[in-house]
T-cell receptor, first 113, second 112 residues
Framework: DVKVTQSSRYLVKRTGEKVFLECVQD?????MFWYRQDPGLGLRLIYF???????EKGDIPEGYSVSREKKERFSLILESASTNQTSMYLC????????????FGPGTRLTVT | QKEVEQNSGPLSVPEGAIASLNCTYS??????FFWYRQYSGKSPELIMF????GDKEDGRFTAQLNKASQYVSLLIRDSQPSDSATYLC????????????FGAGTRLAVHP
């Protein structure tokens, strides 16, 4: 079974802090994704990566950056956390090729106060 | 217009009934369609995918795809209280990178 893990289930940070969310997958997947999920808005893509050190902006990249130094690890960085970044953050991975079947991590519920 | 539209619900059905969840989309280039189930406080899990027009059955679940009309639906037969969850429709982005575009989800409540 594919396993996608995220560094924290719950996180509370203060406004202005730099926040790191980490995601690790153990299936040698090519592509990894970061989403945020808010009530009524569904899943919105923040950033994704299709290879080591390669990244692409999603639909809502403002206020975020990412890092992918190793194939199995994809980090989401909130440069200066703000209260409107309070959300559920979900990481997903996929093998690439013709597959679109994304596997999700358990999610990190981030609260910025 | 959103790229993937779903009725937010809640859709309330009695136990044992058929639950019908619908989704419309605007990207005519999309070739693959997915249904994810998400329990409250949990992450989405893939339950069905469909690539061709018509029906695809898997146990109590049937996915239906009509590309000409740009809709995809999920039928759940013999609904159980354990099916109560939010169901997310997603389609494979035709522009590459194996991206998925998600709808906002329909909340299903199955009552005994």
């Amino acid at each position: 079974d594919v396993k996608v893990t995220q560094s924290s289930r719950y996180l509370v940070k203060r406004t202005g802090e730099k926040v790191f969310l980490e995601c690790v997958q153990d299936m040698d997947h090519e592509n990894m994704f970061w989403y945020r999920q808010d009530p009524g808005l569904g899943l919105r893509l923040i950033y994704f990566s299709y290879d080591v050190k390669m990244k692409e902006k999603g639909d809502i990249p403002e206020g975020y950056s990412v890092s992918r130094e190793k194939k199995e690890r994809f980090s989401l960085i909130l440069e200066s956390a703000s209260t409107n970044q309070t959300s559920m953050y979900l990481c997903a991975s996929i093998n690439g090729g013709n597959s679109y079947e994304q596997y999700f991590g358990p999610g990190t519920r981030l609260t910025v106060t | 217009q959103k790229e993937v539209e779903q009725n937010s619900g809640p859709l309330s059905v009695p136990e044992g009934a058929i639950a019908s969840l619908n989704c419309t989309y605007s990207d005519r280039g999309s070739q693959s369609f997915f249904w994810y189930r998400q329990y409250s406080g949990k992450s989405p899990e893939l339950i069905m995918f469909i690539y061709s027009n018509g029906d695809k059955e898997d146990g109590r679940f049937t996915a239906q795809l009509n590309k000409a009309s740009q809709y995809v639906s999920l039928l759940i037969r013999d609904s159980q209280p354990s099916d109560s969850a939010t169901y997310l429709c997603a389609l494979g982005f035709s522009g590459g990178y194996n991206k998925l575009i998600f709808g906002a989800g329909t909340r299903l409540a199955v009552h005994p």
